[in-house]
């Protein structure tokens, strides 16, 4: 038998209703009762990765008897078993039955239509007056083109007869050429902005295609209610619906003179969800529902080998089961193939280098590893479990059954149970757990305070935000309302900004470039997860005297995830007051017509500071590992030794150089192969 939650004058009932589509929950209320029609307006969202938890709110009122109250306001495509409701009020209610019905009236009378019909009059309007601007100028062109060929023969004729001044001829030059490009660049707009225009309509009409067609007519709510004593009763209506996702931005600023970075941390939201979101409360939930910035990447010199290659197997996340003929590629290049039926592939001939590989299998969400380090002559493993894909807006709310502790009335008595109707959140045995982790790993905040069980500890909360939930299932409550219409251009808001203390190092890979670059060690200093994502860097050069500080952009770098307290590297541009520079020589050792041949290079690395104070310098280079039977690499010198020597031949000097001091590494290695071979065969330098 489902329960029933009734409420009594005075008193607040929370109903927290889940719903599956087209089933009655309860008593089905007399078909007698009076319409209500329920108004609602969004109050938060909830943004994920890829979807939105949307919370509305709306009041009736209610007389005695049976009513039903009808709310047209929910999108079309929202997960429907998603679904909550939460009612509170004066009136002495029962809720008795909550279904869905499908809209049959004439779309062309929704405020929807009605606003975007509004919108294609407007643009239409203005495209028209485009349309004659662009015809005016175009004919104001042609006869300025007239004009100055007729000007022009004249003027020559009048210069050639000394009436016309040279001043003067060039006064009509220059007149013709303004004339011209002012043209030319009115008209460019107008085409940009006719373009907009086109795009714009193009994104309406197939808006409006989609009110018409038979599964997008949408559905309106229905909840069945006894009410024994009138009054009003409140709605909040919790959902989930596709078209929404926000993804973090980075400014990372390096202040030289203090040795210091400045992070800003901001996010881009983007939605369309079919509605708007007009001073809306967000929150950003973290779970997963020119010379440049930094240098380039040193990989080991294997003699002999030019390709490298990545192999695996594609399974079920949940279960483990190995997925036949899934998709593989790699982002960015041709390379790509299919798994056999045990989930097995193999990627043959790629470049060393950094990659990111990607899988995809329907039913199943996309998964992709980056930066796949691939190493000439060696296969690299990379396995990848797939998730299997979360409903989302369009689909059907079929997937899996409704028991009855789904579908009955659950009253709401204490913040964890409210706690525990927010999605990957669990309510067992009186521990909160979020995505996973335990009661002891969860922090909440309402208000911005923290909440344990034998406390209440006050916490101050950032300026530009609070945070809500655990370490990897946080919520960034944006402190201010948000205004962003559906399809419009992604919004950009700020989430914290702090000052980061760090290590900082300059770095040097003579082999590929002349410069210096600053790497930073740091640490997340902030309550939450930093994710993933591009990042701009500014360097900030120590100030001359009495001028102020310049900010240069240096270039693009990206952040990968970082918890809370972790550690982190990030590069931040090029140290110019450091000079590094490589020359490389080559020997022939071997007399004429011998069966082998010898070649001693020597690698000179001259290091030099012109900075005020002393500065850590890394330097790294390489020496050759052979891969070929007959090919070897010996008598190898290096001097100063190096303070890291891998078996990959990577090599790192870690110097500390004081203002105006040179130092010098000299590194030096014999290659012998047969004479038969080729330097370009065995890849020798």
């Not at 007729?150 to 040279?166: D, K, N, P, Y």
């Not at 193939?337 to 299998?361: C, P, V, W």
């Not at 000439?376 to 894909?389: E, F, I, S, Y």
């Not at 070897?632 to 990959?648: A, G, K, Q, S």
């Amino acid at each position: 038998m489902f329960r029933n939650a009734h409420t009594s004058r005075g008193t607040v009932a929370a109903l927290a209703v889940a719903l599956v589509a087209g089933l009655v929950v309860g008593a089905i209320a007399d078909d007698t009762g009076d319409d209500v029609s329920l108004e609602t307006k969004i109050l938060s969202a909830t943004v994920y990765s890829h979807q939105a938890q949307i919370v509305r709110s709306g009041t009736v009122s209610l007389d005695a008897g049976s009513s039903r109250i009808l709310c047209s306001d929910l999108p079309e495509g929202f997960v429907e078993t998603s679904l909550i409701v939460e009612g509170s009020g004066s009136a002495d209610a029962q809720i008795v039955g909550i279904d869905f019905e499908r809209r049959e009236a004439d779309y062309e009378g929704t405020p929807r239509y009605q606003e975007l019909r509004a919108e294609v009059d407007v643009l239409a309007v203005e495209r028209a007056d485009l349309k004659l601007r662009r015809d005016v100028i175009r004919r104001r062109s042609a006869m300025t083109q007239s004009v100055s060929d007729l000007s022009v023969e004249r003027g020559r004729e009048q210069l050639a007869a000394g009436t016309f001044s040279m001043q003067e001829w060039r006064e009509l030059l220059a007149f013709m050429e303004e004339e011209t490009l002012a043209g030319e660049l009115r008209l460019q707009e107008i085409e940009a902005r006719r373009t907009e225009i086109g795009k714009r309509l193009r994104w309406i009409e197939g808006e409006i295609a989609k009110m018409w067609t038979g599964d997008s007519r949408g559905k309106d709510l229905v909840v069945d209610c006894e009410v024994a004593s009138p009054g009003e009763l409140t709605f909040e209506i919790t959902y989930i619906v596709g078209g929404a996702s926000w993804h973090p931005e980075y400014t990372v600023r390096y202040i030289e003179e203090l040795d210091e970075v400045e992070l800003t941390y901001a996010a881009r939201i983007s939605q369309s969800t079919g509605e708007d979101w007009n001073g809306v409360d967000v929150l950003l939930s973290t779970a997963s529902p020119h010379v440049g910035a930094a240098p380039p990447t040193l990989f080991p010199h294997f003699l002999g080998a030019v390709r490298g290659g990545i192999s695996g197997r594609v399974t079920d996340a949940t279960t483990g089961a190995p997925l036949g003929f899934a998709n593989i590629s790699i982002v960015g290049t041709p390379y790509g193939g299919m798994t056999n039926r045990d989930g097995h592939y193999e990627i043959t001939g790629l470049t060393s280098g950094k990659y990111t590989i990607q899988a995809g299998y329907m039913g199943y969400e996309p998964t992709r590893r980056v930066n796949i380090r691939v190493i000439a002559g060696a296969t690299k493993r990379v396995d990848m479990a797939l998730q299997p894909a979360r409903i989302s807006a369009g689909e059907t709310a079929t997937r899996r059954g409704m028991d009855s502790e789904d579908m009955r009335i659950r009253p709401i008595n204490t913040v964890a149970e409210a706690i525990a109707t927010q999605p990957g959140v669990v309510l067992h045995e009186g521990q909160i757990h979020v995505r996973g982790g335990r009661s002891s790993e969860v922090e909440m905040y309402v208000d911005g305070i923290a909440l344990s069980q034998a406390e209440i500890t006050p916490t101050v909360p950032y300026a530009e935000m609070t945070v809500a939930g655990s370490e990897f299932a946080a919520s960034l409550v944006i402190a201010k309302p948000v205004e962003l219409e559906t399809g419009a251009e992604p919004r950009r808001v700020l989430v914290v900004q702090r000052r980061i203390l760090g290590t900082f190092v300059r770095e040097a890979i003579p082999r590929y470039s002349d410069h210096v670059f600053v790497r930073g060690t740091l640490v997340n200093p902030l309550d939450v997860p930093i994710l993933a994502g591009p990042a701009e860097v500014y360097v900030e050069s120590a100030p001359a005297k009495g001028a102020p500080p310049v900010t240069n952009f240096v270039g693009k770098d990206s952040i990968q995830d970082v918890a809370p307290g972790e550690e982190f590297t990030m590069y931040l541009g090029a140290d110019q007051s450091l000079k590094v520079e490589q020359e490389i020589a080559r020997e022939v050792l071997t007399r004429a017509g011998s069966r082998k041949t010898k070649i001693r290079f020597t690698v000179s690395i001259t290091s030099e500071s012109f900075r005020k104070l002393p500065a850590e310098l890394w330097v790294l280079d390489r020496v050759p590992i052979s891969m070929i039977k007959d090919v070897e690499v010996r008598d190898i010198e290096i001097l100063p030794e190096p303070d890291e020597y891998d078996e990959e031949g990577l090599l790192t000097w870690k110097l500390t150089l004081d203002a105006g001091e040179r130092a010098e590494i000299v590194s030096e290695y014999t290659v012998e192969f047969p004479s038969d071979f080729t330097p370009r065969g065995i890849n020798l330098e």
